[in-house]
């Protein structure tokens, strides 16, 4: 609505019409100050998620420090100031110089008076490892099967590049042999096991099953062991700054990039491939180097999984109490219930979670089914199946006010004329009053979901965990395996944060991972509303 | 059906019987007793909260939905009571077919309003469905107005398309009674003769019962009038005798608009 301006409407007296306004201004700016906070919180995770992939440019530095003269290269990461003896305040600085394996620390505060030169030489590499993080040095030579190159060479980048490649494939072939083949022959040497036990085959039998097994798992690490030596006769040599040679074989090393040689294309390329490899790698080394693809999996899966659970019973549960228990105390009472049981912290779920679910339900799904494998539980245990019920649990409530909300906002007139037209109740809500509200039960759906995509506290007891070897569906049958532990972005988020043995080195990746979560619930409710709206414009409800 | 059938019509065919009625404690009904004949317009006037749309929902049990109410007397339709426990009311109401004083589309097509009885009751067949569409909407003029769009949103048409409409998706299953609550409440002049016109059409296949506002409405398209106040029955006559020569004090007053 527009207000009319004032020379139009000559008839209200200022006087008047400026009482309201300091109450506009208080209501106003509470807004602002909502939007502002919700602005400077995703901005800031918005700059640091994102400037964690930036390649920065390597800085030479000469120091003359208490205990000498010393060079050093690395990226700065914080520029800060500490307060000194004196009273006055020290510029400090927050270098990442990598080589964890040399130096023992990757991150280090530099004075910026002992700091005598810096400049951004050419030819430092930041080269990426399967161990001990990134290393920053200057390439020597790389010694290859067909002979050695040195660096300065025609083609030596290309070389690098070549080998990071074929180290990739081999990484690739290996992880199949490793996980698939052999994982699968340990599985049938462990149901061997359990068949001799409850005596189902015979101890010969067995035996000289175990026997093929065995001959078959030599096979496979011979297979490995053949696939890796494609990559056993390359080394690359460097220097590091301080003048120390370092050499690594060819399977160490993962990535390299020049920052100082490139531009800004190069580095924005450079960029986007270090934000994909994030998005689909698995992590390494505890979680604080690689991606968090398996984190990002077992978040949707869990937040669908849960959804598919509430959606059902919270729906059928509301409608049971708007349109058929009758109105009365005992209807009000499970009112109030249903919307204390919002309020209950949801550490509160994941305890009832595990006594009921973990220990109860699958203590007893395992003594049922499972009796052969016991004492190791299947379903007995924390994981992927419990952690959808429990958040299931904990955003019922959302779904049936929702789901109430909307059916008593069918109007009254068309439920009367779907009866008059011959229906019965249920064919009256099933065809009029459900279609017509599925809008609203939508957004309660919408808010279930953000609510449980972003909820830890209750997972950690009934299914996160900070590494899970496998996923929960993959392509070993039976495919989906709700028995299964699983990682969640924001449990990540938390392990990250205070488990890390290098907080510094797990910063970055605390503030993408941040990042991402928020996309992703952002993803799932784009979705979900854009649903929403489709829906809206069918069942438009007509307003008179 | 009624208009089909040899027999002569019965003036009986609904009777209502020392009809009491009561939301809770609050008695908005007394001793109604009136025949409403077969397929004639049976109007019921008197001032808003006398109780006209009360005795009306009460003729296909629509205000049973309504927690607390209780009645005492008898409502006959036919011969059998409403109330009679063999009686189901899914079935009773497919005989008495209701168009409401707001026109309440469903949010679905206009083919899907139509046939929605049908659908309700099972019979999906095709060209049943085909058929009842087309006779509904021409039996309620609207059919050369929307058969080109009969699988749009039910909500793109005017509000007396849509009032039309209703009273389509009302007669669709063929039902013995038409019970009507001012169905012209929300309509402009144009649309309301439209539908009066309609209403005279109808008459020769359905028994209507008609509530409104409107005296010349009653005039122009009733044939018997009954005048409600305070929930009794005041008169009940022949809709010319009873604007013309009224017995009662009361209905002179009010169709004469000198009524307080
Ligand atoms: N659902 C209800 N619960 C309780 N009382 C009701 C209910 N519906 C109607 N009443 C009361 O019953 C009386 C008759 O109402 P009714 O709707 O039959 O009047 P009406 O003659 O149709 O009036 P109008 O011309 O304004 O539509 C009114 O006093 C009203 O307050
Ligand atoms: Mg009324």
């Known amino acids: 609505m527009r207000q009319p301006s004032k020379e139009n409407n000559l008839f209200v007296s200022t006087g008047r019409s400026s009482k309201g306004e300091p109450w506009i201004w208080l209501t106003a700016g509470g807004l602002s100050l909502g939007i502002v906070m919700v602005i400077a919180l995703l901005g800031l995770i918005l700059i640091k998620g994102v400037s964690s992939f930036w390649p920065r440019q390597i800085v030479v530095m000469q120091i003359d420090g208490e205990n000498g003269s010393n060079k050093m290269a690395g990226y700065i990461t914080e520029r800060s100031e500490r307060p000194s003896e004196g009273g006055n305040r020290i510029a400090q600085i927050q270098i990442f110089r990598g080589n964890k394996d040399i130096y023992g620390e990757s991150f280090l505060y530099l004075d910026e008076r002992n700091i005598k030169s810096q400049e951004i030489s050419p030819g430092y590499m930041l080269v990426e490892r399967t161990e001990y993080g990134p290393a920053i040095l200057k390439p020597v030579k790389l010694v290859t099967p067909s002979g050695t190159i040195e660096e300065g060479t025609q083609g030596f980048d290309d070389a690098v590049q070549r080998m990071i490649a074929i180290n990739e494939e081999v990484r690739e072939q290996t992880r199949h042999i490793e996980r698939k083949l052999i994982g699968a022959n340990a599985r049938a040497i462990r149901d061997i096991e359990i068949d001799l036990k409850v005596g189902k085959v015979e101890a010969e039998a067995a035996a000289a099953m175990r026997e093929v097994l065995q001959e078959e798992f030599v096979k496979f690490q011979a297979d490995a062991a053949k696939v890796r030596e494609r990559i056993a006769g390359y080394e690359f040599h460097g220097l590091t700054a301080d003048g120390r040679e370092v050499s690594y074989m060819g399977s160490q090393l993962l990535g390299s990039f020049r920052p100082n040689d490139s531009n800004w294309f190069q580095r924005f390329w450079e960029m986007l491939q270090r934000m994909w490899r994030f998005l689909i790698e698995e992590p390494r080394e505890a979680n604080t180097e690689g991606g968090v693809y398996p984190a990002i999996f077992g978040t949707v899966v869990m937040t669908l999984t849960m959804t598919f659970f509430v959606t059902p019973l919270g729906v059928i549960a509301a409608i049971y109490l708007r349109e058929y228990a009758k109105q009365g105390q005992m209807v009000r009472v499970v009112r109030i219930c249903v919307n204390n049981l919002a309020g209950v912290p949801s550490i509160v779920f994941g305890v009832f979670g595990l006594a009921f679910f973990v220990y109860f339900v699958g203590n007893s799904i395992d003594q049922v089914f499972y009796g052969d494998k016991l004492p190791t539980p299947t379903f007995g245990t924390p994981g992927i199946l419990w952690a959808s019920l429990t958040l299931a649990l904990l955003t019922l409530p959302v779904v049936i006010v929702a789901t109430e909300e909307a059916l008593s906002a069918v109007p009254r007139g068309v439920r009367e004329a779907a009866l008059a037209c011959g229906a019965s109740k249920w064919q009256a809500i099933q065809r009029i009053v459900i279609p017509a509200s599925l809008p609203g039960i939508m957004t309660g759906i919408i808010l279930a979901m953000a609510r449980g995509a972003g909820e830890v506290a209750p997972l950690m007891l009934v299914g996160a965990v900070k590494l899970a070897p496998s996923l929960p569906i993959d392509d070993i049958a039976p495919y989906i395996h709700p028995e299964r532990k699983f990682m969640h972005l924001g449990f990540h988020i938390y392990d990250l944060g205070f488990q890390s043995p290098d907080a510094e080195a797990a910063k970055p990746i605390v503030f993408a991972t941040a990042l991402l979560l928020i996309l992703l619930v952002l993803v799932l409710n784009l979705t979900a509303i854009i649903i929403r709206n489709r829906l809206k414009k069918k069942f438009a409800v007509s307003h008179f | ?260």
């Open chain 2, 1 to 260: 059906m009624s208009a089909t059938t040899a027999t002569m019509p019965r003036p009986d065919f609904i009777h209502v019987e020392d009809y009491n009625f009561w939301y809770g404690q609050n008695q908005v009904l007394f001793d109604i007793d009136m025949e409403i004949p077969e397929c004639q317009v049976t109007a019921l006037i008197g001032p808003s909260g006398c109780g006209k749309s009360t005795l009306l929902r009460n003729m296909n049990r629509m205000n049973d939905l309504i927690d607390g109410v209780s009645h005492k007397g008898d409502i006959r339709l036919n011969g059998t009571s409403l109330y009679d426990p063999d009686v189901e009311v899914i079935s009773l109401r497919k005989r008495v077919g209701m168009v409401f004083q707001k026109y309440n589309p469903f949010a679905k097509s206009i083919y899907e309003n139509v046939v929605f009885s049908l659908r309700v009751a099972g019979r999906g067949k095709r060209c049943e469905l085909d058929e009842t569409v087309e006779r509904s909407l021409k039996d309620a003029a609207l059919w050369d107005e929307v058969k080109d769009r009969l699988h749009d949103s039910a909500f793109g048409l005017s509000g007396g398309q849509q009032q039309r409409l209703c009273i389509a998706r009302a007669i669709a299953n063929q039902p013995e009674i038409l019970l009507m609550d001012e169905p012209c409440a929300a309509l402009d002049p144009l649309a309301t003769l439209k539908i009066e016109e309609l209403i005279t059409t109808l008459k020769k296949q359905f028994t209507i019962v008609i509530v409104t506002h409107n005296m010349e409405q009653a005039t122009r398209c009733s044939d018997r009038t009954a005048f409600l106040y305070m929930g009794k029955l005041v008169e009940y006559g022949d809709t010319l005798q009873l604007f013309g020569n009224p017995k009662q004090k009361d209905t002179e007053a009010y169709i004469s608009g000198r009524f307080s």
